[in-house]
């Protein structure tokens, strides 16, 4: 079965860091997929954030650039999000998703992805 499965949110000060993670089963997580993360904040759309493509090109959205780190380990079939300097507006669910060979304008732009139960990071004081 092919599954991605997130992790690693959690309750954190502003200017804290956490690091989530997406353990893929059913299929090698490696650079023949383009993986990236995906932010729904409460009562807004989810929106991508973070992106490899297989090329290895990494990109980031304005909002997080700079201070998320986005990186893939295929022996362990995980991908990570490094997530430092976070802010309240970075409060909400986060997901990851891969999409066989493409780039990361498609992975953003796809609608016909299957969502996980994803992983709550909230930013407070």
């Known amino acids: 079965q092919v599954m991605l499965e997130e992790s690693g949110g959690g309750l954190v000060q502003p200017g804290g860091s956490l690091r989530l993670a997406c353990r893929a089963s059913g299929f090698p997580l490696n650079d023949v997929y383009t993986v990236g993360w995906f932010h729904q904040a409460p009562g807004k759309e989810r929106k991508g954030i973070s992106c490899?493509?297989?090329?290895?090109?990494?990109v980031y959205s304005d909002s997080v650039a700079g201070r998320f780190s986005i990186s893939r380990d295929t022996a362990k079939n995980t991908m990570y999000l490094a997530m430092n300097n976070l802010k309240p507006e970075d409060t909400g669910l986060y997901y990851c998703q891969a999409l066989y060979a493409s780039n990361c304008d498609r992975l953003f732009s796809e609608d016909k992805f299957q969502w996980g139960q994803g992983t709550l990071v909230t930013v407070s004081s």
């Open positions: 490899i493509s297989t090329a290895g090109k990494t």
